[in-house]
Every structure is written in structure tokens, then in C-alpha cells.
């Protein structure tokens, strides 16, 4: 609809991890046993996509296993954290490593966090460089791409659809709805079924590498256990702080939001306080009620998006299986397939519920609870 990588595929924090947010329990309890364990195994193929692609394929895109902190916001946080690490589902365990509070200076220099687990296949990548890469490799195999070219209609036509773009009318036999963050009124069934939220960013001015390996000898990515989601790591050069959270709701203007974003920076890194904020932007994940990403078709109509903030390595992957299911290559099947994809009467499309839920999960943060 507008410029190519203008939302969020090329405005997020590139942070590569296994990408489903309910637990092998939570799985288990809606799916059973063997279908749950098969969603889990999806989650690791993304990751290894990816990181075939870098590694194997040579896609230029930043590539860096550099591991993950995932630092607790309180003492009880943390010793939840090291139950977890312990208490892996056999046949989805991860490279984990606990880290107590005094030994984590020798990941991240702040007394904010109280221990933290180190993933250790986490990775790291330049978004836009790999949506590039991405769109090269299309356009070499023959796929045609067109900017500016908003859809404004779609309707059945025959055995296919009729679609009518800012740039003129348009027959498809099959069409995919990969919207995500930024779907509109164009199909109201998906729009009931995604939840859009804003994740902004900002780099800080270069601090040279010495002063943000100081702040981060390990250079890894950096998150914690706030419901709040803050989330930062090293920029490429080694030589920036790039960080991201829910600073907003549905602002636009990443400007605007500056200010609470270098907050939220110095609470962690308080040196950080006076630094000249160099960079600002934001981009719109789509979370769903289920946090589940969803894959499949509805009306004739195919659709992957809803990927919870966790899009850099689901959406390229599932992106190949749906594409696969669309010319009825039986390689597209994934366990996902057939899952509900749940709506609430209440919603659609504008989240006017995010704003009291926020609220309380901010409070939760706030007494650490």
C-alpha cells in the first residue's frame, strides 16, 4: 500500500528467537500431546530457516548469533526463570544458561535487573537488509512487486477476485492477506482477529565501542520480564544502543515518543540519561487473542499474519509455507493448519481495550508483582 518496508517488516527490533509465546502446557491443554509438541518443532524450523539463509544462502542481512539476556525484573521473576531453565519439555530444550545477579556484570552493567537466563542460539539481523534480500531473491525468480499500490476493494469474481489497487483493476485467482500490524477495512473478518500495537524505537548517537561494551560485553540482545515489553541490543557496529518497547499505544509519530522511550533507557542505564537520541521510528506488530500466529484460509481468501511481536523469523517461514499452500505444494502443511483463529464481539479493529490493559500491566510492573 505504500513504500516497501515502510511498516514494520523493515522497522522492527531484529531480534531473532523461538517465536511462540504459550508454553508446551498451554499447547498441550488446546491441542493435545502430539499436536503440541509438533507446533514447538515449528517454532525451532523458523529459527533454523533463518538461519539457513544467513549461513547457507549467503543472504547479506547483518546476520549475528549473538544470544539473548532476558534479565528478571524482580527476585521472584528470577527464581521463576531458573525453575524454568530447569524444567525444559523434552524435545524442545534450549541452549539456557542461568545467570545470578552478581555474576551479571559480565553481561550487562546495570544493578536494574536481579539475574537473568542467557539464550544462547538467540540471534540478531538488519530488518530492512533482509526484507531487501528478500524482495531480491522474488524479483530474481520472477515475481513482480509494486509500491503504492493500496488495495481498496475485493470481491469475488467468478473462480478468482477482483481487486481494485490505487494503480487500477486487477484479477487474481488467489489472493493472501498479509497484513498483520496494518490491516484496514479491506477484509473485516481479519481485522476483527488481529490486535494492532505500536513498537518504537530509538539508537542513540555512536558511543564509540568501547562504552557499549562496557554497558554489554557480551554485545547480546537484551530483553526482561516487565509485561511492558522493553527490548534493546547492540547496533551492527557495535558502536549504538538500539532500543525498543511499548512506549505507546497507536502513536504514529515516533517523535512523540521520544521522551519516554530515553526514560525508559536511562532507568536501565542511567550513564545513558544525557545522550543525544539520534533515530526515532516506529512499526505496528498485530497480536491475536490466542498469541498464536495464524496460517490458512477463510472464504477462499489465504492469510498469514497475527505474529505477536515476534514476526523476524515466523514470518519468512510461514511466508514460504503459505506461498507453498497457495500453488498446492503439499510441502506448506504445517501444524498450525486448521487452528481457530479467535475474534472477540467487542473488537473491530481499533483496540479501544488496549489502553486500560496497558494501564494495569504497568501497574503490575511498577509493584513487581
Known sequence: AGEFGAGCSGRNGGQV????????????????????????????????????????????????????????????HFRQLQREAGHQPAGLEQRISVVSKADQGKEIDTPFYHGGLIYHDDASLHPAKLLLALQRRALDAGAQVRRNCEVRALQRQGAGFELQTARGLLRARRVLIATNGYSGPLSPWHRRRVI??????????????????ALLP??????????????FRPSVDSRRIV????????????????????????????????VHITHCWVGMV?????????????????????????????APYFGMRIGQQMVG???????????????????FGEPWFLAPSVLVYRTLDFLGI
Open 17 to 76: 528467537a523461538y517465536s511462540f509465546k504459550p508454553s508446551l502446557e498451554e499447547f498441550e491443554r488446546r491441542h493435545g500431546r502430539e499436536r503440541a509438541m509438533a507446533i514447538g518443532r515449528e517454532g525451532f524450523a523458523a529459527m533454523e530457516h533463518l538461519r539457513n539463509l544467513a549461513e547457507d544462502e549467503h543472504l547479506a542481512f547483518d546476520w549475528r548469533l549473538s544470544g539473548y539476556f532476558y534479565g528478571a525484573h524482580t527476585a521472584r
Open 196 to 213: 494492532p500495537i505500536g513498537s518504537y524505537q530509538i539508537a542513540t548517537e555512536e558511543l564509540g565501542e568501547a562504552r557499549v561494551r
Open 218 to 231: 557480551t554485545l547480546r540482545n537484551v530483553g526482561d520480564t516487565r509485561r511492558v515489553v522493553v527490548y
Open 243 to 274: 532500543f525498543g518497547g511499548r512506549a505507546a499505544l497507536a502513536e504514529r509519530n515516533a517523535l512523540a515518543v521520544v521522551p519516554r522511550m530515553r526514560a525508559m533507557l536511562a532507568q536501565i542505564f542511567p550513564g545513558l540519561s544525557t
Open 286 to 314: 498485530a497480536f491475536t487473542f490466542d498469541t498464536m500466529l495464524h496460517i490458512g484460509q477463510h472464504d477462499g481468501l489465504f492469510h498469514c499474519l497475527g505474529y505477536c511481536g515476534q514476526g523476524v523469523p515466523t
Open 329 to 347: 505444494n503439499p510441502r506448506g502443511a504445517t501444524p498450525l493448519d486448521g487452528l481457530i483463529f479467535p475474534a472477540r464481539p467487542y473488537h
